[in-house]
């Protein structure tokens, strides 16, 4: 063999392992790309089956507690679609890998019970002392397939892979642990409900225009100057003019330091202040931060304001107020204030919902009595406290209630029955959440 020969065999040797190596390596960075598309695809169906879960466990605990037939048709309702969401979520996800079939089968029961539940009250029929058991039943898995959910949520967040088999669901379900008569239907839902998180109707915020401000006379931008300067309790040569904002509800907005506020250009209120610094430490307790809170309220012209509900993080307490109006708490007129734990400095209001709803009202008028009201609540559920109070409807009206504080007997969670003071319907539920930082509810 020549010596050119030889080295032509070499070359074509080594081109052929070029070819096979580049090959490799685009295969290999493909192979990667498309893990990690599916990686990604399977991390947000993940999400989805965890708020679904969520959600499957709010609707079950709120049929728990209802005592009325439209609610109770049209949480059946949110119910079986939230089920359906999160079985479409479980389809998109290594089933066998992750142990999910546990969770499937529970959500194909629950929402089979779901439509048993709900074409039983179309036909004007209540709920069975049996089929109360089989609900409770269902919640009690559907809060621990929703902690387990959360928790392999966590387990990603933290690092973990789905597509390396290092996500796992572990909790058990016995083939007899739902034995009830599940019927099926075929109508399909599209309502969801809304949660809140952090105050009763606060999130509910009507897109309107404000008569409040409407009637209210016009100020100047350097009367809105003098008004900012007395809510931070500074002189008016510390703010400079920051914008003019033009919304439905229109201000003047100045900044001092760390700290920016609003003023409506009519009337003259307060819409918000925000605090761009952190508290470092909890040096007050919340009693003193809840009466901080009251006291800057009423000097800046925010009167008969009372303490609802408030959650501590970050050192900063945050409180709902509501507007009281003689004895009836006015919910839709909502103040939050966030007061600093470490000095009592006030870092924060938002009266947007105040200032949106508020307006004179027709004094409380109930053709139920407390008693009467009391007799509408579920045979599961005790009361402790009645309040008369007004809420925001869906549709934009507003409904006068008895607001009745209950513990659950198939619980012995808290939540809030709301009755309408004139026909006697339940209007709305809220699940009360205490944590260590305050109290919440949705």
């Not at 089920?83 to 890998?97: E, Y």
Request: net charge negative; hydrophobic share 40%; charged share 20%.
């Amino acid at each position: 063999m020549t010596r050119r020969r030889t080295v032509r065999i070499i070359s074509y040797v080594i081109f052929a392992l070029a070819v096979l190596i580049a090959f490799a390596v685009i295969n290999t960075r493909s192979m990667t790309a498309y893990k990690q598309q599916l990686e990604v695809s399977y991390q947000h169906s993940l999400t989805e089956l965890s708020e679904s879960l969520d959600t499957v466990n709010t609707d079950l605990t709120k049929v728990l507690y209802s005592n009325s037939p439209s609610e109770l048709l049209t949480l059946s309702r949110d119910l079986f679609a939230q089920c359906a969401t999160a079985k479409n979520a479980v389809s998109r996800l290594p089933v066998s890998q992750m142990e999910l079939g546990n969770i499937y089968k529970f959500l194909s029961q629950a929402g089979d019970y779901a439509q048993y539940i709900g074409a039983k009250l179309e036909r004007g029929e209540m709920i069975s002392e049996q089929e109360h058991s089989n609900l409770a039943g269902l919640l009690k898995y559907a809060r621990q397939f929703a902690d387990e959910a959360d928790e392999m949520v966590q387990t990603v967040a933290a690092g973990a892979r789905i597509t390396d088999g290092s996500v796992k669901n572990t909790v058990p379900l016995s083939a007899g642990a739902l034995d009830t008569s599940f019927s099926t239907g075929a109508k399909a839902f599209e309502a969801f409900p809304t949660l809140l998180y952090d105050g009763p109707f606060s999130d509910q915020v009507l897109n309107k225009k404000s008569q409040l401000l409407d009637e209210a006379e016009v100020k100047s931008k350097e009367e809105c100057l003098a008004l900012a300067a007395k809510a931070l309790h500074v002189s008016q040569s510390k703010l400079s003019f920051e914008a003019d904002e033009q919304s439905l509800l229109p201000c003047y907005t100045f900044k001092s330091g760390r700290y920016t506020v609003s003023v409506t250009k009519q009337g003259g209120y307060i819409k918000n202040i925000l605090y761009s610094g952190v508290a470092n430490a909890k040096n007050i307790s919340e009693a003193n931060a809840l009466a901080l809170a009251e006291g800057f309220l009423d000097s800046i012209g925010y009167q008969n304001m009372t303490e609802s509900y408030y959650a501590t993080v970050n050192n900063v307490c945050t409180i709902n107020f509501a507007y009281r109006d003689g004895e009836m708490i006015c919910y839709p007129d909502l103040i939050k204030v966030s007061v600093s734990m470490e000095n009592g400095a006030i870092v924060g209001i938002d009266a947007t919902t105040y200032l949106t709803n508020h307006t004179d009202r027709s004094a409380f008028s109930s053709a139920l009595s407390q008693d009467e009201a009391l007799a509408r609540l579920s045979p599961y559920l005790n009361a402790h406290a009645v309040k008369a109070c007004l809420i925001p409807k869906e549709n934009g009206t507003e409904a006068q209630c008895w607001e009745l504080n209950c513990t659950s007997t198939d619980t012995g969670e808290d939540t809030l029955v709301y009755i309408n003071a004139q026909t006697g319907q339940e209007e709305d539920i809220m699940l009360l959440l205490y944590t260590d930082d305050g109290t919440m509810v949705k």
